[in-house]
Antibody, heavy 119, light 112 residues
Framework: EVQLVESGGGLVQPGGSLRLSCAASGFTFSDHYMHWVRQAPGKGLEWVGRSRNKANSYTTDYAASVKGRFTISRDDSKNSLYLQMNSLKTEDTAVYYC??????????WGQGTTVTVSS | QSVLTQPPSVSAAPGQKVTISCSGSSSNIGNNYVSWYQQLPGTAPRLLIYENNKRPSGIPDRFSGSKSGSSATLGITGLQTGDEADYYCGTWDSSLSAADWVFGGGTKLTVL
């Protein structure tokens, strides 16, 4: 079964850091682009960024709202995707989803992990 | 404000048909594939339509997608109460310095 499982969410103070993880299973992780998408409480979906696959040198892109603060990395040997979040702001409070890129879309989604930035 | 514009809400009776529009521009929908996502209450989104009009396995043919110019449409026929959800369109946007993925603001479907 193709599956993505996020972890690492929690409560953090403004200015703090948090690292999210996404464990993939059931498919060849190294073949795929991977994305992070977030959803603030009661709001719509917002793309955070992506990691290209090995064939595309694992390069990354980020939304303007997180560029310079968030870093996406991956470890294909562990079938895992990561999101390092620094200098967190209250507006980063959201459910964070890990998604698989395929067919010019995001075809598999994790269940999400909740990040709350508050003092 | 989302780059892609969707109506905030639509409604229809069980058994009826509904369409949800997604309007963009040449930098996004006009030159890229569109996908659609369904988010049932309290759950993660799931892919409904990819590459404008293709359905992943397991998605019933009551769901359809189309694209014309810089707009896309999701159609749902034979509405069921279980279709009540938020629906999002998405695509790449290349108007900025690098290509970013963008979502519409979402449309809440109510099955009366």
């Amino acid at each position: 079964e193709v599956q993505l499982v996020e972890s690492g969410g929690g409560l953090v103070q403004p200015g703090g850091s948090l690292r999210l993880s996404c464990a993939a299973s059931g498919f060849t992780f190294s073949d795929h682009y991977m994305h992070w998408v977030r959803q603030a409480p009661g709001k719509g979906l917002e793309w955070v960024g992506r990691s290209r696959n090995k064939a595309n040198s694992y390069t990354t892109d980020y939304a303007a709202s997180v560029k310079g603060r968030f870093t996406i990395s991956r470890d294909d040997s562990k079938n895992s995707l990561y999101l390092q979040m620094n200098s967190l702001k209250t507006e980063d409070t959201a459910v964070y989803y890990c998604t698989r890129g395929a067919f010019h879309a995001m075809d598999v989604w994790g269940q999400g992990t909740t990040v709350t930035v508050s003092s | 404000q989302s780059v892609l514009t969707q109506p905030p809400s639509v409604s229809a009776a069980p058994g009826q048909k509904v369409t949800i529009s997604c309007s963009g521009s040449s930098s996004n929908i006009g030159n890229n594939y569109v996908s659609w996502y369904q988010q049932l209450p309290g759950t993660a989104p799931r892919l409904l339509i990819y590459e404008n009009n293709k359905r992943p396995s397991g998605i019933p043919d009551r769901f359809s997608g189309s694209k014309s110019g810089s707009s896309a449409t999701l159609g749902i026929t034979g509405l069921q109460t279980g279709d009540e959800a938020d629906y999002y369109c998405g695509t790449w946007d290349s108007s900025l310095s690098a290509a970013d993925w963008v979502f519409g603001g979402g449309t809440k479907l109510t099955v009366l």
